[in-house]
């Protein structure tokens, strides 16, 4: 007679694993999904950042003296509004390299202009003209995607 020595796991030794499992799970998928909320108001609130640069300019580049990245309002004297006048230059004038002035872009990436849940980024807070206000806002509608609620991200530009 054969003596055989058993092989597998026994079906407690099974549920075992399982429940361990389902315990990691718990714990994991909470803080992973923590961790992509807070990744997407990042990635968001840096695409406010460029658009912000790309209406304001960037003061840090400087090529022989004098500004090379006005922004839209140094280019145009005026804040865009919508924020697609950044990408398609529309009816705005043309840019006057004798004058430097008029439309001189695109200033940013058409993609640039949502925020990380898809949600256009929409600018207000500023007069009809867009050149006698001192400050404007950026705003992002946020996961929900619901503006004008508490989990909104809002950019506040002076100038």
Same mark, same amino acid.
């Given at each position: 007679?054969?003596?055989? +020595?058993?092989?597998? @796991? +026994? *079906? $407690?030794? #099974?549920?075992? &694993?399982?429940?361990? *499992?389902?315990? #990691?799970? %718990?714990? /994991? =998928?909470?803080?992973? &999904?923590?961790?992509?909320? /807070? ?9 406010? !950042?460029? $658009?912000?640069?790309? $209406? ?6 400087? =090529? ?5 990245? %006005?922004? @839209?309002?140094?280019?145009? !004297? ?8 950044? +990408?398609?230059?529309?009816? *705005?004038?043309?840019?006057?390299k004798f004058t430097r002035r008029g439309w001189n872009g695109p200033y940013i990436d058409a993609g640039q202009l949502n925020d990380a849940w898809g949600n256009p980024i929409s600018i207000g807070g500023f007069? /009809? !003209? ?19 609620? %508490?989990?909104?991200? &809002?950019?506040?530009?002076? @100038?």
């Amino acid at each position: 007679m054969r003596l055989s +020595t058993p092989r597998g @796991f +026994t *079906l $407690i030794e #099974i549920i075992l &694993v399982l429940i361990l *499992l389902g315990i #990691i799970a %718990a714990i /994991a =998928v909470p803080r992973y &999904v923590d961790l992509t909320g /807070a990744g997407k108001r990042n990635v968001t609130q840096e695409r406010m !950042n460029n $658009i912000r640069r790309a $209406i304001m300019g960037d003061p840090t580049m400087v =090529v022989g003296g004098r500004f090379s990245q %006005a922004g @839209f309002r140094g280019d145009l !004297n005026q804040l865009p509004n919508p924020l697609s006048q950044l +990408t398609t230059q529309g009816v *705005l004038p043309a840019w006057d390299k004798f004058t430097r002035r008029g439309w001189n872009g695109p200033y940013i990436d058409a993609g640039q202009l949502n925020d990380a849940w898809g949600n256009p980024i929409s600018i207000g807070g500023f007069d /009809a !003209n867009g050149v006698n206000g001192r400050t404007f806002t950026l705003r992002s509608a946020g996961p929900d995607g619901i503006a004008g609620n %508490a989990d909104d991200i &809002v950019l506040t530009v002076n @100038f």
